[in-house]
């Protein structure tokens, strides 16, 4: 399905557009096992486009950080990049060995001590992105 392949190039670009090669892998990687999980959506895009809202503050959290933001027009090199990888991974997912082993969750090594990642598994670090699970 395209459109399930165009929103994983985008969250890979979006996510992973100063990672390496497998940090683009893995962010494909924890959007798939969440699609894959029956406590998230079913469709690759339905995860992507995930977001809540707190119901006392009314506050709009996004299950990627992309989403609640501003984003610039992708590079076109940069963003096929993105493509070839959602698409290998997308139709031969199978065949690619899963880095983050089985990862849900990520976040930039900028973040210290935020509270919802105190409650997870570390799995692994790749690029500047820490990878988790939950436990």
Known sequence: DRSEVRCLADNIYY???????TGKLAVAFVTINRARNPKYPLTICKVVNQ???????????????????KVKPPNKKDYETALEIASSVYLFTELFEDPTDGSMFFHSIIIKNHLFFKQLEFSTQIGDHRFYYER
Do not use: L, P, R
Request: hydrophobic letters at 15%.
């Open 51 to 69: 977001k809540s809202k707190d119901k006392k503050t009314g506050k709009v959290t996004c299950q990627f950080s992309w989403k609640c933001g």
């Open 15 to 21: 996510e992973a557009n100063n990672q390496g090669y």
